[in-house]
């Protein structure tokens, strides 16, 4: 069964920066697809991130747009999401979501809560 | 830039049928949006039910179906359980990499 786990989060200042990570069980982690959602308090799914299995194509929501950077590691099953000049905006659970042949996202993480705050 | 919408709240009875709509503002909803749809219970994280329209993954119910109606993507729950309760989020795919979550549909199953 694929598990996928997000960290990293935690309490951050505005404009700060933090990476977070999702790890995921399964080798075969290097042949799909991988994406980036977050879910503020009360609120709904926001799509901010996708990245294809071999990097070459990287897409973002305007939102995030020149502030939030996606990577991956395909030798340590890892995703990234680098987080920069964070906004009160950006607190959130994030979560990450693994690809499954033409689903973009078959699998998700538990997610990680990230709040920024002064 | 699109916006997705959704029913804010639906309600259907035990073993009862309910249709669940995604629009979007720049028109007609077609399966070259790739309709997605995802359940969320409270505190747990998204659970996709349907992609590409109508396509169900190996965990999804078979009371679950995904298609096109009116201009829309639908998601029908026929047979609905107390354990269907939750929140239903739609996700589409716009013309220029863009991309987006409707803001969901609260079932209530009574």
């Known amino acids: 069964e694929v598990q996928l786990v997000e960290s990293g989060g935690r309490l951050v200042q505005p404009g700060g920066s933090l990476r977070l990570s999702c790890v995921d069980s399964?080798?075969?982690?290097?042949?799909?697809?991988m994406n980036w959602v977050r879910q503020a308090p009360g609120k709904g799914l926001e799509w901010l991130s996708y990245i294809n299995k071999d990097s070459s194509v990287r897409f973002y929501a305007d939102s995030v747009k020149g502030r939030f950077s996606i990577s991956r590691d395909n030798a340590k099953n890892s995703l990234y999401l680098q987080m920069n000049s964070l906004r009160d905006e950006d607190s959130a659970i994030y979560y990450c979501?693994?690809?499954?042949?033409?689903?973009?996202?078959?699998?998700w993480g538990q997610g990680t809560l990230v709040i920024v705050s002064s | 830039q699109a916006v997705v919408t959704q029913e804010p709240s639906l309600t259907v009875s035990p073993g009862g049928t309910v249709t669940l709509t995604c629009g979007s503002s720049t028109g007609p909803v077609t399966s070259s949006h790739y309709p997605y749809w995802f359940q969320q219970k409270p505190g747990q994280a998204p659970r996709t039910l349907i992609y590409d329209t109508d396509n169900k993954h190996s965990w999804t119910p078979a009371r679950f179906s995904g298609s096109l109606l009116g201009g829309k993507g639908a998601l029908t729950l026929s047979g609905a359980l107390p354990e269907d309760e939750a929140d239903y989020y739609c996700?589409?795919?716009?013309?220029?990499?863009?991309?987006?979550f409707g803001p969901g549909t609260k079932v209530t199953v009574l």
């Open positions: 399964e080798f075969t982690f290097r042949t799909e697809n």
């Open positions: 979501a693994r690809g499954f042949g033409s689903s973009w996202f078959a699998h």
């Open positions: 996700f589409l795919s716009f013309p220029g990499s863009r991309f987006a």
